[in-house]
């Protein structure tokens, strides 16, 4: 199965997206996956995709720089700053999908060329993009008149060294991680799956707390409130007063087992408390005719029957067909055995399973009828 | 209990009144195997609605408490089961894994990105390369530090995360977006997590949901909406007995609601309780309302969700 830009499943693997290589299996549902790590170099490739960047076996190597003072580090490249265009891979993310966003990639990876022009980056480094970016990168700097400091220079001067900043500093926010500063994007990979969760814990970003646009909802408002939303809320009293009736009494019915405590529930509920339409009702003739009706759809299925309901008296009374193996067909079937081991037994036997499980997400020519197997023998009534 | 000739009238009033107000109702049985309706559960829908039910996990045929669950769904209409804050279980693709710190709650966005709460950080699980030694346990990967403690997480329209707790310094509980958005670069490209915090309220909070601009929050038996930017909230929904367990949104449809007795609909014009079912939890995706049901193990997709708009009750 092929990763797309929005279904990262186990199994998936990543393909090249210039030349349809396959460049490696992901097997865990992740925030992470991001297809521009595993960016690669194709055959007859001279250099990679990025500028200043080299082919080093089948894969980019960014790591001698360029000459213009700095370069883009497809490995640590988080959040694809070195893209302009949206692929099949990673169009859904968020900034691909915006001008906007793109502008601003466009303008940082231009400034890490040491341009502060992009006008000036794309005349010196259009020639080793590809078109679509090359057009792209055009348009965006056509739309987009650039007003930074220095426009339309042409110098080339390295990026200056970034100081880390504590996010504690600004008096606008309220701080969870005193003293701690912010985080690069390349840093945040750096990070080893084995090391102690503390360790891994001191990797992550800072946070703060931005109250501006908070509420404080005290007791008043929350008066005020209850009597607003009960002037809105009538129809719910009445009907969840008739569905908890049918849920409960009327399955008592059908067993032979009906109470009058809980047809009078039925008219309170219908009739909302009012004694008068409560009174007009009389007796509930019409509450016999639907528990008929249940009777003899209920004895429908019993029998096999998968109509699916029947409209009697202005009312349509129906079931969902046991018989209905559910929309995706396959999987429900499939799903049942695994779910009820999952919830009910998670034995030594069942561990076992999963680490088939994940043995068979992980490899990429696993089949549905290896799915099939380990639902057999290892989920079967375990 | 007898019919008399003086009720015939009444009895037709009280037709109309049924039909108005109730108009259908659907007993859902069981699996195949067993063809019994589901005990407790009923449907209750308005006349003529569009409304539609489908099993997507049927009800199994081994009754299990489901205790410990937490039911979730992603953008793509998969399920996603969570146990014992350990393990979590995709039944759309047959897929389990486990991850090696306990975890509070799991959420999923509309996208499909995975968080978890865990130790006190918002965190994921990063991608695990093919190199055999997959144990099927993965590391829990810290993205920052919570902002409160009892952490809930919950999905909302649009890609929106609304994390909601405890504040331990004053006792209050509070709502938080957190959302890829909220992962802020300073001027030296240097990023940190400012969380936005929307909502602060004495009463506990139940749940919670919205698209981050509006959104509704409840405490107790109450709903209120309450949108980024204007100071104040409104009551937007009381339910008459039951205590409101879960949220889910949807921009077109509007709010749905879960008690612990059932499932409804909240509108601006009115409401009803459409599914009478013990201990739901709901969740939204593509437009579909899911409702897991514990005691069945089962998961009943409701179709059409907008046409309780046209329907809700006064």
């Given at each position: 199965?092929?990763c797309t830009?929005?279904?990262?499943?186990a199994?998936?693997?990543?393909?090249?997206?210039?030349?349809?290589?396959?460049?490696i299996?992901?097997?865990?549902?992740?925030?992470?996956?991001?297809?521009?790590?595993?960016?690669?170099?194709?055959?007859?490739?001279?250099?990679?995709?990025?500028?200043?960047?080299?082919?080093?076996g089948?894969?980019?190597?960014?790591?001698?720089g360029?000459?213009?003072?700095?370069?883009?580090?497809?490995?640590?490249?988080?959040?694809?700053?070195g893209?302009?265009?949206p692929?099949?891979?990673?169009?859904?993310?968020?900034?691909?999908?915006?001008?906007?966003?793109?502008?601003?990639?466009?303008?940082?990876?231009?400034?890490?060329?040491?341009f502060?022009?992009?006008?000036?980056?794309?005349?010196?480094?259009?020639?080793?993009?590809?078109?679509?970016?090359?057009?792209?990168?055009?348009?965006?700097?056509?739309?987009?008149?650039?007003?930074?400091?220095?426009?339309?220079?042409?110098?080339?001067?390295?990026?200056a060294a970034?100081?880390?900043v504590?996010?504690?500093?600004?008096?606008?926010?309220?701080c969870?991680?005193?003293?701690?500063?912010?985080?690069?994007?390349?840093?945040l990979?750096k990070?080893?799956?084995?090391?102690?969760f503390?360790?891994?814990?001191?990797?992550?970003?800072?946070?703060?707390?931005?109250?501006?646009?908070?509420?404080?909802?005290?007791?008043?408002?929350?008066?005020?409130?209850?009597?607003?939303?009960?002037?809105?809320?009538?129809?719910?009293?009445?009907?969840?007063?008739?569905?908890?009736?049918?849920?409960?009494?009327?399955?008592?019915?059908?067993?032979?087992?009906?109470?009058?405590?809980?047809?009078?529930?039925?008219?309170?509920?219908?009739?909302?408390?009012?004694?008068?339409?409560?009174?007009?009702?009389?007796?509930?003739?019409?509450?016999?005719?639907?528990?008929?009706?249940?009777?003899?759809l209920?004895t429908?299925?019993?029998?096999g029957?998968?109509?699916?309901?029947?409209e009697?008296?202005n009312?349509?009374?129906?079931?969902?067909?046991?018989?209905?193996?559910?929309?995706?067909?396959?999987?429900?079937?499939?799903?049942?055995?695994?779910?009820?081991n999952?919830?009910?037994?998670?034995?030594e036997?069942v561990?076992?399973?999963?680490?088939?499980?994940?043995?068979i997400?992980?490899?990429?020519?696993?089949?549905?009828?290896?799915?099939?197997?380990?639902?057999?023998?290892?989920?079967?009534g375990? | 209990?007898?019919?008399?000739?003086?009720n015939?009238?009444?009895?037709?009033?009280?037709?109309?009144?049924?039909?108005?107000?109730?108009?259908?109702?659907?007993?859902?049985?069981?699996?195949?195997?067993?063809?019994?309706?589901?005990?407790?559960?009923?449907?209750?829908?308005?006349?003529?609605?569009?409304?539609?039910?489908?099993?997507?996990?049927?009800?199994?045929?081994?009754?299990?408490?489901?205790?410990?669950?937490?039911?979730?769904?992603?953008?793509?209409?998969?399920?996603?089961?969570?146990?014992?804050?350990?393990?979590?279980?995709?039944?759309?693709?047959?897929?389990?894994?486990?991850?090696?710190?306990?975890?509070?709650?799991?959420?999923?966005?509309?996208?499909?990105?995975?968080?978890?709460?865990?130790?006190?950080?918002?965190?994921?699980?990063p991608?695990?390369?093919?190199?055999?030694?997959?144990t099927?346990?993965?590391p829990?990967?810290?993205?920052?530090?919570?902002?409160?403690?009892?952490?809930r997480?919950?999905s909302?329209?649009?890609?929106?995360?609304?994390?909601?707790?405890?504040?331990?310094?004053?006792?209050?509980?509070?709502?938080?977006?957190?959302?890829?958005?909220?992962?802020?670069?300073?001027?030296?490209?240097?990023?940190?997590?400012?969380?936005?915090?929307?909502?602060?309220?004495?009463?506990?909070?139940?749940?919670?949901?919205?698209?981050?601009?509006?959104?509704?929050?409840?405490?107790?038996?109450?709903?209120?909406?309450?949108?980024?930017?204007?100071?104040?909230?409104?009551?937007?929904?009381?339910?008459?007995?039951?205590?409101?367990?879960?949220?889910?949104?949807?921009?077109?449809?509007?709010?749905?609601?879960?008690?612990?007795?059932?499932?409804?609909?909240?509108g601006?014009?009115?409401?009803?309780?459409?599914?009478?079912?013990?201990?739901?939890?709901?969740?939204?995706?593509?437009g579909?309302?899911?409702?897991?049901?514990?005691a069945?193990?089962?998961?009943?997709?409701?179709?059409?969700?907008?046409?309780?708009?046209?329907?809700?009750?006064?």
């Amino acid at each position: 199965m092929t990763c797309t830009g929005t279904e990262y499943s186990a199994s998936c693997t990543l393909t090249c997206r210039f030349c349809g290589a396959r460049i490696i299996t992901v097997t865990s549902y992740s925030t992470s996956i991001n297809p521009n790590d595993y960016m690669h170099c194709c055959p007859g490739m001279a250099a990679a995709y990025f500028p200043g960047c080299t082919c080093a076996g089948n894969m980019p190597d960014c790591s001698h720089g360029s000459s213009a003072g700095g370069s883009v580090n497809v490995q640590a490249d988080t959040y694809g700053a070195g893209f302009f265009t949206p692929n099949s891979q990673d169009g859904t993310k968020a900034w691909l999908m915006s001008a906007e966003k793109k502008w601003e990639v466009l303008k940082r990876v231009a400034l890490d060329y040491g341009f502060n022009n992009p006008q000036d980056y794309i005349m010196s480094y259009g020639g080793q993009m590809g078109s679509r970016d090359y057009w792209t990168a055009k348009m965006l700097a056509a739309y987009n008149e650039f007003d930074g400091e220095g426009a339309g220079k042409t110098a080339v001067k390295p990026a200056a060294a970034k100081p880390r900043v504590n996010p504690c500093n600004d008096p606008n926010v309220v701080c969870l991680d005193e003293g701690q500063t912010t985080v690069y994007p390349e840093d945040l990979k750096k990070y080893d799956p084995a090391a102690p969760f503390e360790e891994r814990a001191g990797k992550s970003l800072p946070s703060v707390i931005d109250e501006k646009r908070s509420l404080k909802f005290d007791d008043e408002n929350y008066r005020q409130a209850e009597t607003q939303a009960a002037g809105l809320s009538g129809g719910s009293e009445k009907s969840s007063g008739l569905a908890g009736f049918l849920a409960s009494d009327m399955y008592s019915k059908i067993e032979g087992k009906v109470t009058d405590a809980g047809m009078d529930a039925t008219m309170d509920a219908l009739s909302g408390g009012n004694e008068k339409i409560k009174g007009a009702m009389g007796t509930a003739v019409e509450l016999y005719g639907i528990y008929d009706n249940v009777k003899n759809l209920d004895t429908a299925a019993k029998q096999g029957n998968e109509a699916l309901g029947a409209e009697m008296n202005n009312q349509f009374v129906g079931y969902l067909s046991g018989k209905m193996e559910g929309i995706q067909g396959e999987i429900s079937k499939l799903s049942i055995k695994v779910i009820q081991n999952y919830t009910t037994n998670l034995t030594e036997n069942v561990m076992q399973g999963l680490k088939k499980a994940g043995d068979i997400a992980t490899n990429p020519n696993s089949t549905m009828s290896d799915v099939r197997e380990l639902l057999k023998n290892d989920y079967n009534g375990q | 209990m007898t019919t008399t000739g003086n009720n015939m009238a009444s009895k037709k009033n009280f037709a109309v009144k049924a039909f108005l107000l109730t108009a259908v109702f659907i007993l859902l049985p069981v699996f195949a195997q067993c063809s019994q309706l589901v005990k407790n559960a009923a449907v209750l829908l308005p006349a003529g609605s569009k409304v539609k039910f489908n099993w997507i996990i049927p009800p199994a045929e081994v009754k299990d408490k489901g205790a410990g669950i937490i039911f979730k769904m992603d953008g793509s209409g998969n399920i996603w089961l969570g146990r014992d804050g350990k393990y979590v279980l995709n039944p759309n693709k047959n897929y389990m894994f486990g991850i090696d710190r306990q975890y509070d709650d799991f959420v999923l966005t509309e996208k499909g990105s995975l968080y978890f709460a865990a130790k006190g950080y918002l965190g994921y699980i990063p991608p695990v390369k093919n190199n055999g030694t997959d144990t099927g346990i993965h590391p829990f990967q810290p993205i920052a530090k919570l902002p409160v403690n009892e952490c809930r997480l919950y999905s909302g329209a649009g890609n929106v995360i609304y994390v909601s707790g405890k504040n331990p310094d004053n006792g209050r509980y509070e709502v938080f977006t957190a959302a890829g958005e909220n992962v802020t670069r300073d001027k030296n490209d240097g990023m940190k997590m400012v969380y936005k915090k929307l909502f602060s309220a004495g009463n506990k909070i139940s749940a919670a949901a919205g698209d981050g601009k509006t959104t509704f929050i409840a405490m107790d038996k109450l709903v209120v909406s309450s949108v980024t930017g204007l100071d104040k909230a409104e009551g937007f929904f009381k339910h008459s007995k039951e205590t409101i367990t879960g949220l889910a949104y949807d921009i077109n449809a509007g709010i749905f609601y879960c008690t612990a007795k059932g499932v409804g609909y909240a509108g601006k014009n009115g409401s009803t309780e459409f599914l009478a079912v013990s201990n739901p939890s709901i969740a939204l995706s593509g437009g579909k309302l899911y409702v897991y049901i514990p005691a069945e193990t089962a998961v009943v997709q409701v179709e059409n969700i907008s046409d309780f708009k046209g329907y809700a009750l006064k």
